[in-house]
Nanobody, 126 residues
Framework: QVQLVESGGGLVQAGGSLRLSCAAS????????MGWFRQATGNERDFVAG????????YDVDSVKGRFTISRDNAKNAVYLQMDSLAPEDTAVYYC???????????????????WGQGTQVAVSS
């Protein structure tokens, strides 16, 4: 059984930074593409960033606009999301997810992710 546990969320002022972490257990982490999604109240769960098994990253350019950076540390079974220049529209619950069936690159589709964390709340005040 795969478990993903996010941490690092919180309340921050606009323009500030947060670093989200996701710790994975119970699975060969290095063999899975990983992703970060977010869901604001009343909205669908949206793709934010993904990283392939080999460390190639993909971003939702429209929403992230170069402010977020995804990375992974296979030795620690962890994936991170560095978020800079945060804005109120970034307020959401952020989810870490694993996609072991994605053999090349990453996926923007939630359906391709088999394992999800419980989410961590990020709130950005203006």
């Amino acid at each position: 059984q795969v478990q993903l546990v996010e941490s690092g969320g919180g309340l921050v002022q606009a323009g500030g930074s947060l670093r989200l972490s996701c710790a994975a257990s119970g699975h060969s982490f290095s063999s899975a593409a990983m992703g970060w999604f977010r869901q604001a109240t009343g909205n669908e769960r949206d793709f934010v960033a993904g990283i392939s098994r080999s460390g190639v990253s993909t971003y939702d350019v429209d929403s992230v606009k170069g402010r977020f950076t995804i990375s992974r540390d296979n030795a620690k079974n962890a994936v991170y999301l560095q978020m800079d220049s945060l804005a109120p529209e970034d307020t959401a619950v952020y989810y870490c997810a694993a996609a072991p069936r994605v053999s090349y690159g990453t996926s923007r589709r939630p359906i391709d992710y088999d394992y999800w964390g419980q989410g961590t709340q990020v709130a950005v005040s203006s």
